[in-house]
């Protein structure tokens, strides 16, 4: 067959990329074609995205297409999840959109139970981790404080869809971006009427929901002008760049856990049904929407966010800019202190150095005295944390965990890696570092007809990349 070509549109917490895809029947291979940041703009006391920026790296990465001759079967759109982007009833974007980062949602979590619904009853409507930069608890917020904008909003879409309408002025939900809201009901697979109703809200505020390899639209007029396509298609593919990491997982059975690995670990396993019961409320466990229909239960885990952080406090010169010579440095310390990743303390500390410090200090722990010390802590710890949470799993789930595949951009990290492998006492296989690009570029493959199944996606990964095993 002829080789046929897809765009990935992947955007994450702290960086951006658009990648070209290639299937020639056989494999996909990936190219970059651009990459970016993901702008946060901090202004009276708030932490917003910049969305026009996002847009206008959309549109630079389809004229850059149009450049190279690319004849696109298709376009597909994953970022994180939980923030969303208000519009007016004429379709206008109404002001920037929050970043989950944002203070304004801390004890929210704590208000809503206390006057809208209580926390039980919400945990088994939606079997929803509690994280206060959930849409639900983000809307709350937002209504209590925003009584200039609130009032304005006809359309919710979360980011990736926000970016679809732009593209597409195709107003849809994607499932598994929607399901991170804590405002569906995995039962049902819609929004949960009763908990819209709890902050005002309706079923119309929010598009049609759509599933992966569902098309969506085409590029609108005006894009294509500016851009120089034709009607390019856009396909639903995982949205939540997690659905579309997971999908990406080379295995060839269920017994398995997998880790996307970034500025976020999310470790969880595959499940055909929703998992609510006592023992997935006590530890905090989240039911998220897959492909066909599955479900990704998984726990949010700090990760290596807690080191960027870190790297933006060390002086020029204090530490390697070159990302693997900076992990290495673990290798240079011997300290044996652990923290909790998971410690509310470190969700936006004004000092990530600081904030460990002081847990340890609150914990009677020896205090890193150089850069190497921290980037040991904060490694072993990670660790340590992913063997708690597979333990856990392995409780509350009848799946036999006997190796954790690990994907994103951390499985390149082979001193983190090793680390999990001791603490896991089970092997660690690493790779694709680029799984949620890959997984999203699949995903727009099998909407074009061209695979049939996930379990043949997964075959097509392991024949196009090379694996690590730890």
């Known amino acids: 067959m002829n080789a046929s070509y897809y765009l990935s549109v992947d955007l994450g917490a702290t960086s951006g990329r658009t990648m070209i895809a290639k299937y020639d029947g056989e494999r996909v291979s990936m190219r970059e074609l651009t990459r970016f940041e993901t702008t946060q703009i901090h202004r009276d006391g708030h932490v917003f995205w910049d969305l026009p920026h996002l847009y206008n790296e959309v549109l630079f990465a389809l004229q850059k297409v149009k450049e190279e001759g690319i004849e696109l079967t298709s376009i597909g759109i994953d970022t994180w999840g939980c923030d969303v982007a208000f519009f007016d009833k004429n379709g206008e974007l109404l002001g920037l959109p929050y970043c989950y980062r944002d203070p304004h949602t801390d004890g929210a979590v704590e208000r809503y139970f206390a006057e809208c619904m209580p926390r039980q009853e919400l945990y088994k409507r939606t079997g929803i981790q509690f994280m206060p930069f959930n849409t639900l608890f983000q809307l709350d917020t937002i209504r209590r404080e925003d009584k200039a904008v609130w009032p304005l909003v006809e359309k919710i879409l979360f980011m990736p ?44 505020h929010f598009g049609r929901l759509v599933s992966p390899g569902e098309q969506i639209g085409v590029l609108s007029r005006q894009v294509q002008e500016e851009t120089g396509l034709g009607p390019v298609p856009l396909v639903a593919v995982g949205s939540h760049d997690t659905a579309s990491a997971v999908a ?45 229909g599955t479900i990704r239960f998984l726990k949010n885990i700090t990760g290596l966010w807690l080191l960027e952080q870190c790297k933006k406090e060390w002086k020029e010169g204090q530490v390697p800019q070159n990302v693997n010579e900076l992990n290495a440095l673990c290798l240079a310390s011997t300290c044996q202190s652990l923290i909790n990743p998971d410690d509310p303390r470190f969700a936006h500390p004004d000092s990530m150095t600081a904030a460990i410090c002081d847990y340890l200090d609150e914990t009677g722990q020896e205090l890193p005295q150089k850069p190497a ?61 680029e799984g949620t690009a890959l997984g999203n570029a699949l995903v727009q493959v099998r909407a074009a007809g061209l695979v049939d199944s996930l379990k043949e996606m997964r075959a097509i990964i392991g024949r196009s990349i090379e694996l690590r095993t730890y």
């Open 161 to 204: 869809d926000a970016l679809v309408y732009m593209l597409t002025g195709e107003a849809v939900c994607e499932r598994t971006v929607a399901s991170t809201s804590q405002m569906i009901n995995p039962k049902t697979g819609d929004f949960d009427t009763d908990i819209l109703a709890s902050i005002g809200l309706t079923r119309e």
């Open 248 to 292: 990406a997982v080379p295995a060839e059975d269920g017994n398995y856990a997998y880790l996307s690995c970034g500025t976020w670990s999310l470790l969880g396993i595959e499940s055909p049904t929703p998992i609510i019961t006592e023992e997935s409320l006590k530890h905090n466990f989240t039911n998220e929407g897959g492909l066909d």
């Open 373 to 433: 010390d921290f980037v040991r802590i904060i490694f072993r710890s990670l660790a340590k944390r992913y063997a708690e949470v597979v333990d856990i799993l392995r409780a509350i789930t009848p799946i036999d965990i006997r190796r954790l595949h690990v994907i994103g951009g951390g499985s390149k990290n082979e001193y983190l890696m090793k680390f999990a492998a001791e603490a896991l006492q089970m092997p660690v296989i690493a790779g694709p570092q």
